[in-house]
Each structure stands twice: as structure tokens, then as C-alpha cells.
DNA sequence: ATAAAAGAGGACTATTTTAGTCCTATTTGA
DNA sequence: TCAAATAGGACTAAAATAGTCCTCTTTTAT
């Protein structure tokens, strides 16, 4: 269903091994090694994230690149538009931008403001959890009913 | 970004235009009639909620569809796994999948906690929700902060 | 009986999206 | 000046999605 494409996945994979904000760069090649994904496709991975300034990049010899701000501060939703582009099924409901044409709008359904829903929330999901093993577990509440998620294993 | 496909959402338009449970039945091209989609298309669509369950059928002469129980007990996940199958939200995390970068990986296992709640949430909605044209906006809490998500319009 | 109306189940093609690779230009440090 | 890197695309390959079509079975009406 809702999925994450590969590359997204991948992605998040190469941020979560950048060094952090201020430390010394680190290559292309060396993501690659750490990361054990093919070094091309880190290239385009981390271009795309430099673009999206979740990265930033430093060129020339013993250049490279580093986390452009910490952790904390980059969502899992700002990753997935970074890599995914703000691809939805209208263009005014991918982000938070309200389009005036709303009020008037009649393909603004269900499954659109699901879709928002769903990004707030991953909104609020930040790199550092993304990093850790046990992570705090997701909580969410619809319509006044709590639904805990359980910790696996 | 976490998008459904078109299918899904002229899925959920066919299963809103079905008669209720115990009405009589309609039929495929009375269905793509009424919702303006191409016949053939309707008729996968149906015979897939079908086999989901989602939905009854009457074969032969008079024959057609009507939804399988209550619209309130038809849920948005269970559209979405009727139309694109119980596909996990990354590859990675899949549980019949086996990604040979799981050893170094440290992100798979959050994003997949990320998609079990999510698909908690998605079995909270019904069709009946879907189907009015103002439904009640959904509200999602995550780590005790709660986030509303306004009314469009 | 028979014919017609419908769904069941696939097979198939076409289109679009996604993934992955590669090339060339530019920047920087030694 | 050379070598190490990123920037930016162009390109190909692979996969998922959408859409169509064919044949078989079931049911009802004549
Ligand atoms: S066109 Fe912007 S809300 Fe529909
Ligand atoms: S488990 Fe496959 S990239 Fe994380």
C-alpha cells in the first residue's frame, strides 16, 4: 500500500550515516563503503539531498558531505520530498500550501485529506528516530480512538 | 509522495455507488454509468473487490454487485489491500523480502513501525467516511502531540 | 432447450514510473 | 597543473501500473 519508494529508503540510509552538522565531510565513495550501496547511486542520492539543502555539500578535493542541519531538525516527511518530489494525486494536496482553488474544488476527496493527515504526521517523525534501533513507537490517535502501536520483538 | 494509486481512488468511487447490502444488484456497466469510468476498468475493479470480499456478486442474467456488508465496516485499509495487495511501506521491510543491506542497516526497522501505524489509523476510516462529501477530518497523535488537520474549503 | 445477460478468471499490451548507470563540466586543494 | 571531488543531466533498463480483450461459467427469460 502506502509505500516509500526504494531509493527513499536508501536515502535515509545514506543521511543516517552523514556526519552531523560541523564535523569534517565525507565522500561519495566513502557513504558508499559504510553504506554498502552502489557508489552511483549514492551519488544521485546525496545530489538530490544536497538540492533539497537536507545536505550540504562541500566539491573539490576533500570535499564532501555532511548532514546540513541536525538530525532533529530534518523529518521524515522533508526526506521523502526530497527524493520523492511532492507527487500526489493533486498538486495542491502534496503540501501544506493551501491552493485557492479549494473552496471550490471537487476533487478534493477523502482519500486527499487522508494523505495530509498522513504527512503531518510524518512531520513530526524526525531523522534521529529514523536512526535509532528503538526508536520511540509511533503513536496515533483518529477520531478520539488512541491506537498504540506495539514494539516489535 | 505516500500515494494511493489511481486505482484505488476509482475503487473507492465504484464501492461508493453500490448499492447497499440486501438492495438489489447493479450491474458492471450500470456502475461505470454511473461513475463515468470505462467499463472494462470497472469490471477489473469489481471482480478484485470481489474476490476481496468487499463486495457480492450475482452471476448470469440480472446479475451484478452489491456491497458485502455495512458500508461502515468496510475500511480504508482493507480497499487498499483489495486493489494494490498487502504491500509494506519500503521494500526492505517487507516481511517475505530479505535486503542484503539489513546487516548495516539501521532505518528499515522505524519505517516499518511507521507503516503498521499508519495502517492502524487506515483501519479506523470507513466507507461510509470516504463517501460523504465532508467527512469527518481525520486526527492523528503522535508522541503525545496532537495534530489536527483542518477542514479543506 | 436455447439464447442472452451477466460475472469469473486470466492473458495480454501499452504506458508510466522507478532504478540505475554514465558522461561531461566545474570546483578546490595540494 | 594535476587529481579528487561534486553538479547536472542524459540515457538505458527494469518494474509496476493501467487498461483491454478473450474465453468460460452461471443464471434467467423465452
Ligand atoms: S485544485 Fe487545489 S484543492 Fe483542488
Ligand atoms: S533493510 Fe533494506 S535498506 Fe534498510
Redesign the interface.
Known sequence: ????S?L???G??VL?HLPAREAELMSAAEVAA????NLPTVSKLLKSLTKAKLVASGRGAQGGYRLARDAARIS??EI??AL?G????TECS?TDSHCDL????SV???????????????Q??NLT?????R?????????????H?E??G
Open positions: 500500500m502506502l509505500r516509500i526504494r527513499t529508503d536508501y535515509t540510509l543516517a559504510a553504506t554498502g550501496i521524515a516527511a521523502i520530498d520523492e511532492p507527487v500526489s494525486i502534496a479549494e473552496s471550490v474544488c478534493g476527496n477523502a482519500w486527499q485529506r487522508i494523505n495530509v493527515a498522513i504527512r503531518r504526521a510524518l513530526e517523525i528516530e529514523l536512526q535509532r534501533a526508536a520511540p513507537v509511533p503513536r496515533f490517535e483518529l477520531a478520539g480512538t488512541p491506537i502501536v514494539r516489535k
